[in-house]
Each structure stands twice: as C-alpha cells, then as structure tokens.
C-alpha cells in the first residue's frame, strides 16, 4: 500500500465549477497534511496546509481533513483555467520527512 | 517563504559525465532535501542534507552516484555521477522552512533544473 494515496485523473470540470481532489494516507500518527500545485514545467508550488480535523479556507481554496478516516481533501470553488495543474498531496508522519502522493492532474474547461 | 534558487536550469549532457547542481537559499535552513522528478511522475526522494553532517540517503540512492555537499546553512550541491539516459529528470532543491502559524515545518522547492542525458 502506497503510503499516500491519490487518484491521478485526469480530472476534468467546467470553469466556475467545484474541483474536488482526494488524498488518503496510512500512517495514522501523522501530523501535518499539505496541497501542492505544480503547474507543466514548473516546481511545486505550496498552496493549502492543515494540521487539524476540520475545514480550512483559503480564498477559493478549501482544505479538509478527517484524521479518523485517513483522508484529505481539497476543494478548489469557482474553478479557472489557470487551476489546471497537477495537485499534490503531501504528508509529514511525525518526523522531518514529507511524503508525496503521486498527484493529480486538474483540467478545467472554458 | 524561502527564496530558492539552482543552476543550472538546464542540461544536456553526454552518458559516462556528471553535472554538479547548486542550490542556494536567502535564509539559514536546517534541513536541505534533493528530490528527483521524471516525466509524469512524482517526487522521489533522493537524501536529506544536514549541515556539518553527512547526508541520509532513500532507499535505491547511493552515495557514489549522487554525492551530496552541505557546506553552511544556505548552499547545497547535488552531483550526478558517471550518468547515463535513465538519470534524466528534473532534479529539484527544497527546504524546511520554520513553521507558519506555530506549525510544523513546511517544505519549499526550488525551480529545478532539467537534466537530459544522451
């Protein structure tokens, strides 16, 4: 089992739609839960952090995390075209290290 | 955020050679981390830089092939050695920085630099 999850997609949504991207992991003391977008070519970018159960917002951008389910979410609303990239999904167990699922690419359509 | 930048961008590069990446950062970090990335793909791991200590490498990373430097707490380099065309990637630099809000410590990366081995 991966130890971060993610599905790869393509996942396509009209402009001005919501954009739902998952992630789930399997270390269950793990601590800190991040976004990363990655535009073609580019270095990931940080875009969302959480650290407890709950809802986080951020502009347009809202992270959820469900830490008795192992699972980690990202909601992106009134999606853009500029939102198409590839969405990575990291997590620190505890220690220094931060794990990175494979990601998921985001088309969104004009 | 930290500021982070590498040379060189871009490479190309003939099988048998190796190419030294530089990493430098606008403020003192602890821990430097270098991190390969093939076409499609995510993010491997390649080792841990500590300063004044040597670096921790990933499982299927050695360092022979990819001697690592950590002179001071805002430069590292990454050396590919004796590289061959599955050493092509885009090898990127990233830091822990201090944590936002009081939590824990977040990584930024580097731009990368593209490395194509013929």
């Known amino acids: 089992q991966k130890e971060v999850e993610q599905n790869s997609g393509p996942l396509s949504v009209p402009e001005g739609a919501i954009a739902s991207l998952n992630c789930t992991y399997s270390d269950r003391g793990s601590q800190s839960f991040f976004w990363y977008r990655q535009y073609s070519g580019k270095s990931p970018e940080l875009i969302m952090f959480?650290?407890?159960?709950g809802d986080k917002e951020d502009g347009r951008f809202t992270a959820q995390l469900n830490k008795a389910s192992q699972y980690v979410s990202l909601l992106i609303r009134d999606s853009q075209p500029s939102d198409s990239a590839t969405y990575l999904c990291?997590?620190?167990?505890?220690?220094?290290?931060?794990?990175f699922g494979a990601g998921t690419r985001l088309f969104v359509k004009a | 955020s930290a500021v982070i930048s590498q040379k060189p961008s871009r490479d190309i590069c003939q099988r048998g050679t190796s190419l030294t990446i530089q990493c430098q950062v606008d403020s003192q970090v602890t821990m430097m981390f270098w991190y390969r990335q093939q076409p499609g793909q995510s993010l491997t791991l390649i080792a841990t830089a500590n300063q004044g200590s040597e670096a921790t490498y990933e499982s299927g990373f050695v360092i022979d092939k990819f001697p690592i430097s950590r002179p001071n707490l805002t430069f590292s380099t990454l050396t590919v050695s004796n590289m061959s065309p599955e050493d092509s990637s885009i090898y990127l630099c990233s830091v822990d920085h201090p944590g936002l809000a009081g939590g824990t410590d977040t990584q930024y990366f580097g731009p990368g630099t593209r490395l194509t081995v013929l």
């Open positions: 959480i650290y407890s159960n």
């Open positions: 990291a997590v620190t167990p505890g220690g220094f290290k931060t794990i």
